[in-house]
């Protein structure tokens, strides 16, 4: 099975920066996602990793260590629009495990 | 219609009614899923279809019935649903189901309340 553990809430100021970390524990693994999703929305992709290291995409950037079981998902130059809960979901065996999420609230 | 599509967007149904959910991809995709969405709890995967069989059934109880009879389509039977299964049930496809290709592409979800 997959066990996921993140923050439940983070709050920041806009033009901040934030950092989500995410641990796991799987008994499979084929890589690690994460996504964005407002209040009453549907989740939303935000990247995916599969090798150790670091992916930038634009404001975002999301890092894996697969020897450590950890990610983290860092949020650079917050906006407001940035309000909303973040998912780490690992892929194993033909299927996601979600994370509870972050929500991160950003304030002015 | 692009992406994935579920109706009806909010349900309130009574503990002895029978309805259905319905979820649409227009992604080419070939798998899809069902999840429940509690509040202040992780998503909890439901039901998974790849190429139209069921691969997975996460120990849901019966009152809840999937259906999916093509790769485009996908039900949820609700029957003698409890007042703890008002949830946001979301729907999501995807290509496959490993690495980069299980990227999953939700619905809107529809926000059921039982009475």
């Known amino acids: 099975g997959q066990n996921i553990d993140q923050p439940t809430e983070m709050t920041a100021t806009e033009g901040a920066i934030v950092q989500i970390n995410c641990t796991y524990q799987t008994s499979g693994f084929n890589g690690l996602f994460w996504y964005q999703q407002h209040a009453g929305e549907a989740p939303t992709f935000l990247s995916y990793?599969?090798?150790?290291g670091l992916e930038e995409k634009g404001r975002f950037s999301s890092f894996l260590s697969r020897s450590k079981g950890y990610s983290y998902l860092l949020l650079k130059e917050l906006q407001m629009k940035d309000s909303a809960s973040y998912l780490c979901?690992?892929?194993?065996?033909?299927?996601?495990?979600f994370g509870a999420g972050t929500t991160v609230t950003v304030r002015a | 219609e692009t992406g994935v599509t579920q109706t009806p967007r909010h349900l309130v149904m009574g503990m002895t009614n029978k309805k259905s959910l319905k979820c649409e991809q227009h992604l080419g995709h070939n798998a899809m899923y069902w999840y429940k969405q509690s509040a202040k709890k992780p998503l909890e995967l439901m039901f998974v279809?790849?190429?139209?069989?069921?691969?997975e059934n996460n120990s849901v109880p019966s009152r809840f019935s999937p259906e999916c009879p093509n790769s485009s389509h996908l039900f949820l039977h609700l029957h003698t649903l409890q007042p703890e299964d008002s949830a946001l049930y979301l729907c999501?496809?995807?290509?496959?189901?490993?690495?980069?290709?299980?990227?999953?592409?939700f619905g809107p979800g529809t926000r059921l309340t039982v009475l």
């Open positions: 279809y790849n190429f139209k069989e069921q691969t």
């Open positions: 999501a496809s995807s290509p496959g189901s490993t690495g980069s290709y299980n990227e999953q592409f």
């Open positions: 979901a690992v892929s194993g065996d033909y299927k996601l495990s």
């Open positions: 990793n599969v090798l150790d």
